[in-house]
């Protein structure tokens, strides 16, 4: 049975001219029908604003805040038909872990950061799935037993500057290759980044827990397991609340000394805070029950310090490297210990190693140390970092893989054999990682952050994905790139299928049109002294022509986007206190109407603007909000207005979707029962219909937001980050962060 429809929640808004008001019930009831509805909408901010929602001050993310979501997710009934995947399946996406089959030849696992678990059968040529639709997609690390029992630890660690990262529900087991799991703890873990396994007990384990990157406290640190994972005992906490685990080691000559990373991490709404005292490598001797902290010449204990990346020689275990990060990104240092981590010296500093970190050595944090020649070094940065001489020389390569390196692990069964895990998917090499590196044929785990479709061509069809470009479905016997950098904003002009725009991040936008085979750059013509990771750039309703393009001031083009005028001024509080990342204080999202002269825009400081005359002024309708992650307005009745906020905080009454059918004077709460977790997109339909996008997939209401269902069966429960309704065709085609794209036909 539908739940009644909730309590309306009544808020506080300010008003331009700093008078007070509450949000009146008037706009109860649904709007009034419009068939054969073609939507206008600007994009969320994907890849920032669930870092807001997460870290509101003063709200602090409950314990379990992601599972109990997708718990009432999952009680929602059903409606619609099945979801099919369009693709792509020949991109790939980012792989945190890998892990090899002990039992099985030329089988490896693959850990995708939001897209699951992925296992190959065939020497890393085709993934396949290896974990359920139904559980958190978010995945920070992958481990085999000698028996074979695979582990999988949710959440991943990378905390992200503009690119979305999850936090995960804990540590999962399975015991037939993948097909079926069981929980084994560790559910407040946050995100999990290192699964270490005795090979002559594996029933004593240990965990590298980093913690949520949004909340102190929760189980982090390094946990022990004895008995296969029924107890879990931290043996290792962190310096304060928000130090977290990252590396574990098990010392392959002597089972009772182990190495552990420890990482100071927080995200606040406007500022990231990367290292900390917290940060340092930490040894024991005594299988786990005490530690010190190593320093012997190894940075450690300070504000400066970041992540760190370390690495131990299975065939000289005494002989371990370290690379040190600033906490504000940047290359610190590469460290050598002969000693089992007694004394450390810092090793030769060469352009290209520090290069290879650019300004976000968080990012990754990865040594690799070839089994069987200790000099032999891999580390993890922009290019795969490779020594042959312990460090005193270093080859970068940035030609024949994808970009940023996460995960590599040696084939015992295969001399010479390497898989590498990047931003691109899954690569094998058979020369210990020197290059001949040939990538997965069938990997389906693409992170998309949008969508553009066009009722000309059904079979038309791209998207901004994170780290892979900007995605077309045309001109190629399979998805292909057709604009580099992190993919964010596409568009296809209604009128015209071969005119497309697409944008990578901050705010750099092209325009094509020839269907994107030549790009021609325009972000330079647009006024801006902030741009979000991801810009908003979206078509007038009544005329294609007509494009607005929102910076921290707002952009009108009447020629297509070949030149700019701003109509605004600033519409946001102004920059966040971070030096580093002073991208805040951005719109996030534009909503024209269909007279012509009405604009909505949202910010990700909150506010919600609306001009009834193209800018000459403006009226705030909202501000003290969370993030806006869209706005949605009729082009046929510009009153009509639907306003989505971040709300990731179960319990909290904090509306994250209101509806107002008197311009904005008045909101009404029409969130219901859909679960608590971030709306990302709304698209209107016909009588009433209303389409939500979801951290938890994507929900109908036929009622206009009064009674909400699940829409469809067959999308795992991965977040949808855009959604484009072809009204035309009768399709929805829904973007997803982890599983590539999804096409729905509907009413």
């Known amino acids: 049975m539908m739940r009644a429809r909730r309590v309306l929640v009544v808020l506080t808004v300010t008003l331009t001219a700093g008078v007070s008001a509450a949000v009146s019930p008037a706009a109860a009831g649904p709007p009034p029908p419009v068939d054969d509805y073609r939507p206008v ?146 559910r407040d873990s946050g995100a999990i980044g290192a699964i270490t396994i005795d090979p002559a007990d594996p029933r004593r384990m240990f965990v590298a827990a980093a913690g949520s990157l949004y909340n102190a406290g929760g189980e982090r640190g390094v946990y022990r397991t004895t008995d296969g994972g029924r107890t879990w005992q931290r043996v290792l906490a962190g310096a304060n609340g928000f130090t977290g685990a990252t590396e574990v080691l098990l010392d392959p000559r002597d089972r009772n000394r182990l190495y552990a990373v420890m990482w100071d991490h927080r995200r606040e709404p406007d500022l990231r805070t990367y290292g900390g005292v917290g940060s340092g490598v930490y040894r024991s001797t005594d299988g786990g029950t005490t530690w010190q902290r190593l320093t012997g010449g190894l940075p450690g204990g300070t504000a400066d310090v970041g992540r760190i990346g370390l690495g131990q020689a299975p065939s000289a275990p005494d002989r371990l490297y370290a690379i040190v990060n600033q906490t504000s990104g940047p290359f610190a240092g590469f460290y050598g210990s002969v000693d089992g981590g007694d004394t450390w010296t ?46 005193q020389t270093w080859t970068a390569d940035s030609t024949t893989i994808h970009v940023d390196q996460h995960a590599l692990i040696w084939d015992p069964r295969r001399p010479g054999r390497v898989y590498l895990g990047n931003d691109g998917g899954t ?176 910010t990700d400081d909150g506010r919600v603007w609306v001009t009834r005359d193209l800018g000459a002024t403006w009226t705030l309708l909202l501000s003290g909000q969370p993030w806006v992650t869209r706005i949605v307005v009729d082009p046929r009745w510009a009153n009509r207005v639907y306003v989505t906020l971040s709300a990731y905080r179960a319990g909290s009454n904090r509306p994250y979707v209101l509806a107002s059918i008197d311009g904005g004077q008045h909101f009404t709460d029409i969130t219901g029962q859909l679960p608590q977790a971030p709306v990302n997109d709304l698209v209107i339909g016909p009588a009433f219909t209303l389409y939500i996008a979801t951290d938890q997939g994507v929900f109908v209401s036929h009622t206009g937001g009064w009674a909400w269902r699940r829409l469809g069966r067959g999308m795992p429960l991965v977040p949808v980050d855009d959604i484009e309704y072809d009204h035309s065709n009768h399709r929805l085609v829904a973007a997803t962060f982890g599983r590539g794209l999804y096409e729905i036909r509907v009413p």
């Open 427 to 602: 690569y094998r090499s058979d020369a210990d990682g020197y290059g001949g590196w040939v990538k997965a044929v069938h990997e389906p785990y693409t992170q998309f952050y949008s969508a553009a479709i066009t009722p000309q061509d059904t079979t038309r069809v791209s998207g901004g994905t994170q780290d892979n470009g900007s995605l077309r479905s045309w001109n190629g016997p399979a998805f292909n790139e057709y604009l580099g950098g992190d993919g964010e904003e596409n568009q296809i002009n209604p009128l015209n299928k071969d005119e497309v725009y697409a944008c990578y991040q901050y705010g750099n936008c092209f325009h094509s049109t020839d269907g994107g085979d030549t790009m021609t750059y325009f972000g330079d013509q647009v006024v801006a002294s902030r741009r979000n990771w991801f810009t908003p750039l979206v078509f007038d309703p009544r005329n294609p022509a007509v494009m607005y393009y929102g910076a921290n001031v707002l952009n009108r083009s009447t020629d297509s986007g070949r030149t700019w005028t701003a109509i605004s001024g600033d519409l946001t509080g102004g920059p966040g206190p971070d030096p580093i990342y002073t991208n805040y204080g951005t719109i996030t999202t534009i909503a024209p109407a269909g007279d012509g002269r009405t604009v909505y825009a949202g």
């Open 41 to 186: 909408r600007g994009p969320a901010a994907p890849a920032e604003f669930r870092y807001q929602q997460k870290t509101v001050r003063g709200e602090a993310l409950p314990r379990h805040a992601y599972a109990n979501a997708a718990d009432a997710a999952r009680r929602l009934p059903t409606a619609g038909g099945d979801w099919t995947l369009i693709g792509p399946t020949n991109i790939g996406g980012r792989i945190t872990s890998l892990a090899l089959d002990p039992r099985r030849p030329d089988t490896v696992y693959a850990a995708a950061a939001s897209g699951g678990l992925w296992v190959s059968r065939d020497a890393g040529q085709r993934f396949e799935p290896a974990w359920p639709a139904d559980l958190t997609q978010a995945m920070g690390a992958v481990a085999t037993a000698p028996d074979g029992t695979v582990y999988a630890g949710t959440g991943e660690v990378n905390p992200g500057g503009g690119s979305i990262t999850y936090e995960g529900t804990g540590l999962y087991a399975s015991r037939d290759g993948g097909r079926n799991w069981r929980p084994l703890g560790l």
């Open 346 to 391: 810092r090793l030769p500093e060469t352009p290209e190693l520090r290069a290879s970190q650019s300004s976000f050595g968080w990012w990754f944090g990865k040594v690799w140390v070839d089994p069987d020649q200790p000099q032999n070094v891999h580390v993890a940065g922009v290019p795969l970092m490779s020594t042959k001489d312990g460090g």
